[in-house]
T-cell receptor, first 118, second 117 residues
């Protein structure tokens, strides 16, 4: 099966500019996650969708970050305006429902978008 | 609160040596899942293993083995006869239920493994 697709692969922007990332999950995966991974740290969950509804966005800096998942498939994550500390890799992941056999195989992660804010 | 601790920031070994990566977790949930992921230089997180809290049986997969001990809240990962291709950052993760009935991961800070030829 095709993996989780993310674009762009790399992005360099100046602080205070806006940026958007796109994610296409594995077909049929109802749950979609956006993670932020700062260099030298483990991934941190920003937002979790179940179909097109938000399940958890407790760690999303809502003053500058927004995300949507229209039609319960693709998702976009936006930062506006960007700050220097937003430099990180943004990982998208998807998973089948917990309790299904396929859940045994964990999340499937995309390759990520490396954002550099200068 | 849920937490995953990987105390080893970086480990260097010579090829063919065995190496163990430590993972200690904290959770109040009785049902939870533990994972190990590998992150090679390409950046993608690669799933290695998942264990649920009711299954403490150790597992071996080729050169990889995992030791899950609830008594010490540990889920350690051993690579036998390490190879240069094992060089990567390895993450331990904990997944427990939320009030919404879904699960989310808490990752450790990772251990960078360098295998020298």
């Amino acid at each position: 099966e095709a993996g989780v697709a993310q674009s762009p692969r790399y992005k360099i922007i100046e602080k205070r500019q806006s940026v958007a990332f796109w994610c296409n999950p594995i077909s049929g995966h109802a749950t979609l996650y956006w993670y932020q991974q700062i260099l030298g740290q483990g991934p941190k969950l920003l937002i979790q969708f179940q179909n097109n509804g938000v399940v958890d966005d407790s760690q999303l800096p809502k003053d500058r970050f927004s995300a949507e998942r229209l039609k319960g498939v693709d998702s976009t994550l936006k930062i506006q305006p960007a700050k220097l500390e937003d430099s990180a890799v943004y990982l998208c992941a998807s998973s089948p429902p917990a309790g299904s056999f396929a859940f045994n195989y964990g999340y499937t992660f995309g390759s990520g978008t490396r954002l550099t804010v200068v | 609160a849920q937490k995953v601790t990987q105390a080893q920031t970086e480990i260097s070994v010579v090829e063919k040596e065995d190496v163990t990566l430590d993972c200690v977790y904290e959770t109040r949930d009785t049902t939870y899942y533990l994972f190990w992921y590998k992150q090679p230089p390409s950046g993608e997180l690669v799933f290695l293993i998942r264990r649920n809290s009711f299954d403490e049986q150790n597992e071996i997969s080729g050169r990889y083995s995992w030791n899950f001990q609830k008594s010490t809240s540990s889920f350690n990962f051993t690579i036998t006869a390490s190879q240069v291709v094992d060089s990567a950052v390895y993450f331990c993760a904990l997944s427990a239920g939320t009030t919404s009935g879904t699960y989310k991961y808490i990752f450790g800070t990772g251990t960078r493994l360098k295998v020298l030829a």
